[in-house]
């Protein structure tokens, strides 16, 4: 009896697995903007202090080209560098006019991470959205956001592309299953720069 209430136990187990899609793989923690040191880019507004000269001392803009323009030393590549990265080239440069310089620079509006915070979803959507990212943010954040899948999409078939150590990795998400069935195994949390695909059926 105790053998075949355990195969029964064990079948049914098997059925409610049968249907659940392999996950092949999950993805890695993307690049976080809040917890990395922050990278200067085109069109920030950078305070410059050089310590007890305030002369030299000023607040500059990031220019398309991606250089500023510091007291005394001229343009200088700034985009791509951190703060303290740009902080060591100014005081290496200020080292030929004044004595052991001390700079700083803090970056006082850094408007270039809007685009660099934000996630997108694209495809077979009612509403195609880029969104600003917010910690906590899934998958299905994303999708209500924008307002679910067309009658022609492939749910199943959905993409998360997400940029990890210096590449793109595509991971695939079963979208149809959380919807609809409460699978919710590949609601990952979401990272800055993430984007969603929802591919659409061939007529």
């Known amino acids: 009896m105790n053998m075949r209430i355990g195969f029964i136990t064990l079948l049914l187990a098997l059925t409610a697995c049968g249907g659940q899609p392999k996950i092949v793989d999950v993805p890695v923690q993307g690049f976080n903007y809040t917890e990395e040191e922050y990278l200067i880019g085109v069109g920030d507004q950078l305070d410059l202090r050089v310590w007890r000269n305030p002369d030299l001392s000023a607040k500059v803009p990031v220019r398309p080209d991606g250089r500023i323009s510091a007291p005394l030393v001229g343009d200088i590549e700034a985009a791509g560098l951190t703060p303290e990265m740009l902080a060591d080239l ?13 700079v700083t620079v803090v970056v006082a509006n850094p408007s270039s991470s809007d685009y660099q915070q934000r996630v997108r979803i694209t495809g077979a959507v009612n509403k195609p959205v880029s969104l600003a990212f917010r910690d906590g943010m899934t998958v299905l954040d994303l999708v209500l956001e924008a307002g679910g899948t067309t009658k022609f999409a492939l ?3 959905t993409k998360l592309y ?10 695939p998400i079963y979208l ?10 590949t609601n990952y949390p979401l990272s800055p720069s993430d984007i969603l695909t929802v591919p659409e ?3």
Do not use: H, W
Not at 162 to 171: L, S
């Open 176 to 185: 149809d299953d959380i919807l609809k069935k409460g699978r919710v195994s």
């Open 201 to 203: 059926r061939a007529l």
């Open 90 to 102: 100014v005081s290496e440069k200020l080292s030929q006019y004044i004595r052991n310089p001390q």
């Open 155 to 157: 749910p199943n078939k």
């Open 162 to 171: 997400r940029k990890a150590n210096g590449e793109t990795k595509v991971y």
